[in-house]
């Protein structure tokens, strides 16, 4: 058998074509498991009312892990339109102010160092140490519940 006849066996046999599909189909499988997590939905047909906000990210090319590459977000929000209502949500200052009085937010110190995760409120009424990822998804709830407002 000649080169040319083994180049053409491979070339209609072609396997690399049964593994792209394959892991087509896998991802396809990965979203549907992930947007019924999200949507708390069991299809994409299903008739519950649910509103997601999404973060409206000012450079798309970046990530927000330094020295990794940027994960399919705009795949995913693509995929969520499908299934549920996409708002998108500007969380600029969203974890700088506490949700409850509005007032800035410091970084806690613990034996001279700073704490990255938590925040103590400047407000001389409540005072109060809060994890800075809860207050900032408080805040965007909180705009998302305004901008639903608005629009009714």
Known sequence: MSYLDKALDLHFKNPFKKWSSKKYIYKQKTFVKILQRITIKKSQLD???????????????????????????????????????VVDVDEFCTSKLYYHCHFEMAKVKYNGKEINSALHCSSNDCGIT?????????????LLEKMIQKER
Not at 58 to 81: D, F, M
Not at 133 to 142: K, L
């Open 47 to 85: 008739k519950k009312q649910v509103i997601i906000s999404f973060e409206n990210r000012g450079n798309p090319q970046a990530s927000i892990i330094r020295g990794h590459c940027r994960g399919p977000v705009q795949e995913v929000k693509n995929k969520l339109q499908k299934w549920c209502e």
């Open 130 to 142: 809060i994890d800075c990822d809860i207050n900032g998804a408080m805040n965007i709830f909180m």
